[in-house]
């Protein structure tokens, strides 16, 4: 058993934890859900020896742990799958299993030791034959095995915590990565997991916590939770537009569909259509979105979606088949190039493609504004601010303050940030392009996105095109959906077939 | 990426203010100490001097801290600023060309070379480093196959362009300072100021946000190669010679050393044109300093190389509680008397360890 027992941490005058007690019993899941800033981070720090805690205990099996530093913990027997994964690309498998931690003969490595013992260790977990290859050639479900193979090879840990491990990886090798989880549970470790997507839970976990403001809201085993309890403990009562789209992510947009469809018909001409697309792994897309239409594109991490935005976003060239926008032929040269046709892309992988992490909340908001505010090119900070003000409640940025650092930002701010860029010159804009938009971010921010895409949508008459490996959120957003599998559209669902096994079920044909 | 909780600490914010501005102190207990240490140095001569060794050196630390805020390097600048002395001294000395349309010419060639620069680097993406090394070498080679001997005699007029004063100020200080308010428009209040700090921080997100991620950097390029062409025409006119085997030798790194220096990172992304003026300030009070307590020039060589990796200690302190350099901190202390909303902790952002240099 593992028992964290009133654990307090404040930063500055933040309190980061606020007393939380956890029991992790030994051979179980135990899924831990909350905002991004309710102190999941903190208490994984914690866990990890990344951090001490201001007051508080942790306990295996009744003995006092002293988490000082990471290595104290992997000594303890906690052993850490952070959302990042600590692998070196070019080296093999077993080369990143034993690294920092080789098998020697004095100054000179056992390769051969290396190779069988990671090999034994990955067969455990169900990957035969991959020792030898490089872990930059694996796909990212199998990377995340070998971090976990990693971590028992060095450790035989008692407790392992899982960050956010499926949020890169395809339906399939979330289903292996929890049979693996599974066996390890069966193996007696206490294992927890970090999550924000809640079919998961009910798959994997076998007791929920929830943190809020650095305070357990809800702890229960899963058998006996409801998934709406769920939501509720993680933003019961928002003040903003959040009540009443968390209600939606769960219901499903049923009333939304019927008014899309209305203006969708009245708008012809401001859409997008692709024409046997090919390159960059595409194999003869055709799709289509209408002018004030939100369109899904459902397909495994890798499937082709993301190229087919970038492609679209002018960011990707060489591909040949036909686009046009608006009744017009549209090959974009460039982002810049696509921009001014009235093309915007918000990209996945927010950190490396998206945000200025350095940079304030307005720099970031008004990159491309920015040039448009300023006079005989000179910027006009009163005007920057007005627009920013504008967006900035618009989008309901937390904290509203200009000058705040982006990088320092929840990833829900950071992606509304990154959001607001294009809503700020929305007047220029046509189509709106987003891919994964909500890869890492809490419930309540998840549906605030959500409502904006759809004012842009319906009150904008936008084309909206997003691709996302999240069958939930396709079901939640779009109004209709295309299915992506290998470059290729294997089915369209319409308005009244969208489902989660619908699009499961053409994916997987 | 290790990013700090917002501090509310008074003790280390004012420490913070303190390293972020140690260059700003630096300069001014230098000038202090050199003041009590030399009769010589508090002279009208003399601050007329340091501002003329330091004219130079600013017209192209101008460009150059643009260039390296959007992850750039210009290692040539030694070499390009040896083409363009002796460009103009050669279009005078041999042709007997008007100086002015000399000096032209020569910035042209600079902005030439700089637009060759800028196409291998900005647009197809070679290394700067190592693009530009070549160019530091093959140019220094061009300015002798150019002028074989040294040109010298050049007309009255295009001399006073280098040793001349204006209202009692040395002539080039007008282009010293002239390029750094010019580069301070550009930077803080044009739009693409902030792209060119965009480019630094995340290219791949400025492209995909629509910045001119392969214009602006060729464009600097090319403004750096003039500047630094039209920096040889000044040193050749104060030097009346234009001797292409040495002139401009080893600028490149005192010129990078004076960015550097300033606070902004190698890395791009972070740093002011402010500081970038105080690191040239800083060399060139301690070169003359030194100069006039007559210490050697090895000794001098030795102290301009410590303030460097003095400076690379303070910045990574500064760093690490996420203040920002130079003045920034100090501006910041002062702000931060009034009520400014905490920045929430951000969950994905790790809080930087406890071994923090002066988080505690």
């Known amino acids: ?69 990471p290595r104290s913990a992997i000594a303890a027997g906690i052993a850490t799958i952070h959302q990042n994964l600590s692998l070196v690309g070019a080296l093999t498998v077993a080369e990143n299993i034993f690294l920092g931690n080789e098998k020697r003969r004095g100054l000179f490595v056992r390769r051969g030791q290396q190779r069988d013992q990671a090999a034994e260790t ?35 840990p008692r407790v392992l915590i899982l960050d956010e491990p499926t949020a890169a990886l395809t339906h399939g090798e979330v289903e292996k990565l929890f049979e693996q989880v599974a066996a390890l549970r069966a193996r007696g470790l206490h294992i927890i997991y970090v999550t924000h997507r809640l079919a998961e839970i009910e798959q994997i976990a076998d007791h929920v916590t929830v943190l809020k403001n650095g305070e357990v809201v809800l702890s229960q085993p899963t058998a006996n939770l409801h998934r709406d309890d769920v939501f509720r403990a993680i933003a019961p009562g928002r003040s903003t537009s959040g ?66 935005l970038d492609i679209l976003a002018g960011a990707r060239r060489n591909w040949a088949g036909e686009i046009a926008l608006g009744g017009n032929v549209y090959a974009p040269r460039s982002p810049s190039d696509a921009l001014r046709k009235g093309v915007a892309l918000v990209p996945s992988d927010r950190r490396s493609r998206a945000l200025f992490a350095g940079m304030t909340m307005s720099e970031n908001v008004l990159i491309a504004k920015a040039q448009r505010v300023s006079r005989a090119w000179l910027r006009s900070t009163r005007r920057e601010r007005q627009a920013f003000d504008r967006v900035a409640a618009d989008v309901n940025l937390i904290p509203r303050d200009p000058r705040a650092v982006a990088g320092l930002l929840s990833g829900g701010n950071q992606q509304k940030c990154v959001l607001a860029r294009w809503l700020v010159i929305s007047e220029e804009l046509r189509v709106l392009l987003l891919d994964e938009p909500t890869q890492g971010i809490d419930v309540g921010a998840r549906a605030e996105i959500y409502s904006l895409l759809r004012r842009a949508a319906r009150d904008e008459g936008m084309a909206v095109l997003v691709n996302s490996s999240d069958v939930e959120e396709v079901v939640a957003i779009a109004d209709r959906a295309y299915v992506i599998v290998d470059g290729a559209i294997t089915g369209t669902v319409a308005a009244a077939d969208l489902t989660e096994a619908q699009l499961l079920n053409l994916a997987n044909q | 990426m290790n990013r700090p909780a917002p501090a509310t600490r008074g003790r280390s914010k004012l420490l913070s203010a303190l390293v972020g501005s140690a260059l700003l102190i630096g300069v001014v207990v230098m000038l202090i100490g050199f003041s009590v240490a030399s009769p010589l140095f508090l002279t009208p001569n003399n601050l007329r001097q340091i501002l003329l060794e330091g004219s130079v050196l600013a017209l192209v630390a101008a460009p150059l801290t643009i260039l390296v805020l959007m992850g750039m390097i210009d290692l040539s600048v030694g070499s390009m600023l040896g083409v ?102 550009f930077l803080y209040r044009t739009p693409w100021g902030r792209h060119a700090y965009a480019i630094g921080v995340n290219r791949e997100a400025a492209f995909l946000s629509g910045v001119a991620v392969r214009r602006l950097p060729m464009i600097a390029f090319a403004v750096t190669g003039g500047a630094a062409a039209l920096g040889g025409v000044l040193d050749a006119a104060r030097l009346d010679a234009a001797p292409g085997g040495t002139l401009g030798v080893g600028f490149e790194l005192t010129v990078l050393t004076a960015v550097l220096l300033g606070g902004v990172a190698f890395e791009g992304g972070r740093g002011t044109l402010f500081g970038a003026v105080l690191g040239v300030l800083f060399l060139v009070i301690l070169q003359n300093g030194l100069t ?61 360890a406890e071994d923090g240099l002066v988080t505690k």
């Open chain 1, 122 to 156: 990955l067969s455990q977990l169900g990957l035969d034959g991959i020792h030898n290859r490089r872990v930059a050639t694996l796909s990212m479900g199998t990377q995340q095995l070998v971090e976990i193979a990693k971590a028992l090879e060095r450790h035989s």
């Open chain 2, 84 to 185: 363009g002395g002796v460009v103009a001294g050669e279009l005078m000395v041999r042709f007997h060309v008007n100086p002015l349309l000399a000096v032209l010419v020569a910035v042209a060639v600079g902005v030439l070379i700089g637009l060759a620069n800028g196409t291998l680097v900005g647009f197809l993406r070679w290394s700067p480093i190592v693009v530009t090394l070549g160019m530091l070498t093959a140019l220094r080679g061009v300015a002798q196959v150019i002028a074989p001997q040294t040109p010298n005699g050049f007309p009255a007029g295009f001399g006073s362009l280098g040793a001349g004063y204006v209202l009692g100020i040395p002539a080039p200080l007008f282009f010293g300072a002239g390029a750094f308010v010019v580069a301070a428009v």
């Open chain 1, 1 to 69: 058993m593992l028992q964290v027992s009133n654990a307090m941490k404040r930063y500055g005058g933040v309190q980061a934890l606020g007393g939380v007690t956890l029991d992790v019993a030994e051979g179980t899941v135990h899924a831990l859900l909350g905002h991004n800033g309710a102190g999941k981070s903190t208490l994984i720090r914690a866990l990890s020896g990344a951090t001490t805690l201001d007051e508080g205990r942790i306990e295996l099996d009744g003995d006092v742990l002293q988490l000082e530093s």
């Open chain 1, 243 to 308: 009540g009443a789209g968390v209600a939606h992510a769960v219901n499903g947009p049923a009333e939304a569909h019927s008014a899309a469809a209305s203006q969708a018909g009245a708008r012809p001409s401001g859409g997008l259509e692709v024409r046997r697309l090919d390159g960059h792994g595409l194999r003869g897309v055709d799709l289509q979105v209408k002018a004030g239409e939100i369109v899904g594109l459902y397909g495994p991490l890798g499937s082709g979606g993301s190229a087919i």
């Open chain 2, 292 to 352: 006039l307590l007559n210490v050697q020039n090895y000794y001098q060589d030795i102290a301009n190389g410590l303030a460097l990796v003095v400076a690379a200690a303070l910045n990574f302190a500064a760093e690490r509680q996420g203040t920002a350099g130079g003045l920034t901190a100090l501006l910041d202390l002062v702000r931060d008397r009034q009520v400014r909303p905490a920045a929430p902790q951000a969950e994905n952002t790790p809080i930087p």
